[in-house]
């Protein structure tokens, strides 16, 4: 079953319960919501939604260099019709681009770690227009390493200490090592 307007806004409820201060940023997408209209179709404009994947290993998070837009980020995407759940297909993106073994990948929280509400600037040559990404990153924990990756989406992936991945990417990479079940899931 694809991924509907209800699972998107129960992902959104669940993380402005645990985050209240992000009602504000997070107010036009939460009213867009409320309308329903297939916010998992890439082809909905004004808005739709994309998952994310911060994945963990030890004291470093895995970035990817995004080819459309020349700057490191975590592994994401657009939502597939095929997707059944928002953290799948977090998993999904992050072992299609990666080529991380997605058995070798753990949640370390059902609930997103930051969901971020953007605006994306015109794509004529996918016949986009300027729209908004509402973009749900999921935490994860894994010992694996990168494999083969998707050279059509990403130019590389690598290894960032902490502290270096969040200067360069921003604050939903200290979410990522601060989610609730991580050390729950090391033995910890």
Same mark, same amino acid.
């Given at each position: 079953?694809?991924?509907? $307007?209800?699972?998107?806004?129960?992902?959104?409820?669940?993380?402005?319960?645990?985050?209240?201060?992000?009602? *504000?940023?997070?107010? =036009?997408?939460?009213?867009?919501?409320?309308? @329903?209209?297939?916010?998992?179709?890439? #082809?909905?404009?004004?808005?739709?939604?994309?998952?994310?994947?911060?994945?963990?290993?030890?004291? =470093?998070?895995?970035?990817?260099? /995004? #080819?459309?837009?020349?700057?490191?980020?975590?592994?994401? *995407?657009?939502?597939?019709? +095929?997707? %059944? +759940?928002?953290? *799948? %297909?977090?998993?999904?993106?992050?072992?299609?681009? +990666?080529?991380?073994?997605?058995?070798?990948?753990?949640?370390?929280?059902? &609930?997103?770690?930051?969901?971020?509400? @953007?605006?994306?600037?015109?794509?004529? %040559?996918? $016949?986009?227009? $300027? /729209?908004? /990404?509402?973009? &749900?990153?999921?935490?994860?924990?894994?010992?694996? $390493?990168? *494999?083969?990756?998707?050279? !059509?989406?990403? #130019? @590389?992936?690598?290894?960032?200490?902490?502290?270096? %991945?969040?200067?360069?990417?921003?604050?939903?990479?200290?979410?990522?090592? !601060?989610?609730?079940?991580? @050390?729950?899931?090391?033995?910890?």
């Amino acid at each position: 079953m694809a991924i509907s $307007d209800v699972d998107i806004s129960s992902a959104l409820s669940a993380y402005l319960e645990r985050h209240p201060g992000e009602a *504000g940023p997070l107010s =036009e997408p939460v009213q867009l919501l409320s309308q @329903g209209s297939d916010f998992a179709s890439r #082809r909905n404009f004004p808005m739709h939604v994309t998952v994310s994947a911060l994945l963990v290993r030890g004291a =470093e998070i895995l970035l990817v260099e /995004h #080819r459309a837009y020349g700057i490191l980020l975590q592994p994401g *995407g657009h939502l597939e019709p +095929t997707d %059944a +759940t928002l953290i *799948g %297909a977090s998993v999904r993106e992050l072992a299609e681009e +990666t080529g991380v073994d997605p058995g070798k990948v753990f949640p370390a929280s059902p &609930i997103p770690v930051y969901i971020e509400y @953007g605006r994306v600037p015109a794509r004529p %040559a996918k $016949d986009e227009p $300027d /729209h908004y /990404h509402l973009d &749900i990153g999921f935490a994860f924990v894994t010992d694996a $390493d990168v *494999g083969r990756i998707q050279e !059509s989406e990403v #130019r @590389g992936a690598a290894w960032y200490p902490l502290a270096e %991945a969040e200067r360069l990417v921003g604050r939903r990479i200290g979410r990522a090592v !601060s989610a609730p079940a991580r @050390g729950a899931l090391w033995g910890q």
